[in-house]
């Protein structure tokens, strides 16, 4: 979990509106394992470890069902500790007939969900950074089946209890217009580095050698609107940089490009071209 901590930039609390706040409620807690820790009569805060926001779920008034072939999420990706971790919630996810993809991606080993509104989840763990193979500045990443029997079998047969305390919001993967206009604003604009150039439609970023922080993909087609705002799906996601230098220099460089950035009630929030909303905070 480094690179989900300071001196890196990361992605902090991911918020989602839905149709269904109570349906939405029962799912996160009951097939992903999160604990709530606020809670209104529109709005839930979500926690692994029961002090650190990791997901918002918001029911906005006159709220819409997911539009398709739109830009904003893809998915968000829980980080887990360990593989033994994985392997209970992969047997959790079986008994309870939920339906979900796997994955190898020789940096992690991950699962694929979605929740009641086509919100995508994943839930993944990361093999050790010594394994994960560069060249010339990217890292090697493959999308093969997984090892479904040997995920199983680390977890020892030990029960799932939930989230763990050390799950972590490991990236975020979004749905974009343009790869070219998104790359300069998170690379000049947020300070990132392009590990990864997947096909010519989707592109991974990080700081400080991590496989990624963020995935932008123009799967949903080049072009693609931007969802309405009572739509269900993202409404932002926070981003986490390491001080208040950092911030400043972030806010400056946002400015130099002519992105989006305003302060908004002592909140800095920015927004990518695809209309996807980000905030700023410090560590």
């Known amino acids: 979990m480094k690179y989900q901590r300071p001196p890196y930039t990361f992605v902090g609390l991911v918020e989602l509106k839905v149709t269904d706040l109570q349906r939405s409620l029962a799912f996160y807690q009951n097939i992903i394992g999160f604990k709530v820790l606020e809670q209104s009569e529109r709005k839930v805060l979500l926690t692994a470890d029961g002090k650190t926001p990791l997901l918002s779920i918001e029911q906005p008034e006159n709220v819409t069902s997911k539009e398709p072939r739109r830009t904003g999420l893809y998915h968000f990706a829980l980080l887990l500790p360990t593989r033994e971790d994985l392997g209970k919630v992969l047997y959790h996810l079986v008994q309870n007939n939920v339906r979900i993809g796997a994955s190898d991606h020789a940096v992690s080993e991950a699962l694929y969900l979605d929740d009641p509104d086509g919100n995508g989840i994943e ?13 010339n500045g990217e890292v090697k990443m493959v999308t093969e089946p997984m090892d479904g029997q040997g995920v199983l079998a680390a977890a020892n047969g030990e029960k799932w209890t939930g989230l763990p305390e050390g799950t972590v919001m490991g990236h975020i993967h979004m749905h974009v217009s343009d790869l070219t206009k998104t790359e300069e604003y998170y690379t000049k604009g947020l300070g990132f580095d392009v590990v990864c150039r997947y096909g010519g439609m989707a592109l991974f970023i990080s700081t400080g050698g991590y496989h990624h ?67 700023l905070v410090v560590a």
């Open 123 to 135: 839930i993944y763990r990361d093999r050790p950074d010594t394994e994960w193979e560069w060249m």
């Open 213 to 279: 922080h963020i995935g932008l993909n123009t799967w949903n087609g080049v072009g693609a609107p931007a969802p309405s705002d009572n739509s269900a799906g993202i409404k932002l996601f926070t981003l986490v940089l390491p001080n208040e230098d950092s911030l400043q220099t972030t806010v400056g460089n946002l400015k130099q490009i002519g992105a989006y950035v305003q302060d908004e009630d002592g909140v800095i929030v920015t927004k990518d071209p695809s209309d996807n909303k980000i905030r």
